[in-house]
Nanobody, 124 residues
């Protein structure tokens, strides 16, 4: 199995930047697709960004394109989400997830492993 631990969340002002990190342990990170999802209270988890096993292909939810960048370092078993030009609507708990490559990157049901989440709050 894979254990995932997120870090880097916090409180920032609108227009600011934040970098989230996900540390993986267990199997090598290169065996898995990785993704970031986010969830606000009372709402379902929404896809934010995904990255292929090699890191060469990335996917983004429309509202974060051009602002967020997902990356991975398989040697370190880490995945990062650089968030720039943050908006109040980005406020959520952000979760790192891992999946055996299969189907649509965007669907949460396809991911077998999840971190505990890290809170991101963007003030206006």
């Amino acid at each position: 199995q894979v254990q995932l631990v997120e870090s880097g969340g916090g409180l920032v002002q609108a227009g600011g930047s934040l970098r989230l990190s996900c540390a993986a342990s267990g199997r090598t990170a290169g065996n898995y697709r990785m993704a970031w999802f986010r969830q606000a209270p009372g709402k379902e988890r929404d896809f934010v960004a995904g990255i292929s096993r090699s890191g060469s292909i990335t996917y983004y939810e429309d509202s974060v394109k051009g602002r967020f960048t997902i990356s991975r370092d398989n040697a370190k078993n880490t995945v990062a989400l650089q968030m720039n030009s943050l908006k109040p609507e980005d406020t959520a708990v952000y979760y790192c997830a891992a999946a055996i490559p299969n189907g649509d990157y965007r669907r949460a049901v396809g991911y077998s492993y999840w971190g505990q989440g890290t809170q991101v709050t963007v003030s206006s």
